[in-house]
T-cell receptor, first 111, second 117 residues
């Protein structure tokens, strides 16, 4: 059973602090890793994707991938109230384009 | 702007009627599109993989005769919920993979909220 695991939260972080979201996956054949943000009642939107081990930075967001540990994380620096949403970790093996989602972590930024 | 467009965004129908939802890739061709369903406070559940020019592949537990998928062109997939019932009320979301070489980015449509009375 291929799985993607996330802590459901809610994760409460003070405004301006760093929010750290974690995700583990079970399929060692996974090759592409994505973080999506979903506001209530809206469709998910892509924030970051990462394919190689290490860190990838884009503005206030940093994705971290460790394939040996089957672990991917998302850091949000200088958290803003508008960052409050559910963050979905997603993984694909690039063989069949099928993407497996975690259940999501609810993030709440405290003003 | 949006790269995957979904229509309608909201639909209310009576029990027993059929509803069609369209998903279009706007600036790329998608041989494969995916249909998800999401109930309130739940994660995305993959229903089926829509394949251009061939039959859709359904996930376990999804009735193919109830959720008809047609992928007639490289930019359009449709999901028809046949004889809808209140338990089919949900948020239906499509996605398509925009490939760049050997990698791809999965983009979602805006979603369609179906309410069956």
């Amino acid at each position: 059973q291929k799985e993607v695991e996330q802590n459901s939260g809610p994760l409460s972080v003070p405004e301006g602090a760093i929010a750290s979201l974690n995700c583990t996956y079970s399929d060692r054949g996974s090759q592409s890793f994505f973080w999506y943000r979903q506001y209530s009642g809206k469709s998910p939107e892509l924030i970051m994707f990462i394919y190689s081990n290490g860190d990838k930075e884009d503005g206030r967001f940093t994705a971290q991938l460790n394939k040996a540990s089957q672990y991917v994380s998302l850091l949000i620096r200088d958290s803003q109230p508008s960052d409050s949403a559910t963050y979905l970790c997603a993984v694909t093996n690039n063989r069949d384009d099928k993407i497996i989602f975690g259940k999501g972590t609810r993030l709440h930024i405290l003003p | 702007g949006a790269v995957v467009s979904q229509h309608p965004s909201r639909v209310i129908c009576k029990s027993g009627t059929s509803v069609k939802i369209e998903c279009r890739s706007l600036d790329f061709q998608a041989t494969t599109m995916f249909w998800y369903r999401q109930f309130p406070k739940q994660s995305l559940m993959l229903m089926a993989t829509s394949n251009e020019g061939s039959k859709a592949t359904y996930e376990q537990g999804v009735e193919k005769d109830k959720f008809l998928i047609n992928h007639a062109s490289l930019t359009l997939s449709t999901l028809t919920v046949t004889s809808a019932h209140p338990e089919d009320s949900s948020f239906y979301i499509c996605s398509a993979n925009r490939r760049r070489g050997t990698t791809g980015e999965l983009f979602f449509g805006e979603g369609s909220r179906l309410t069956v009375l």
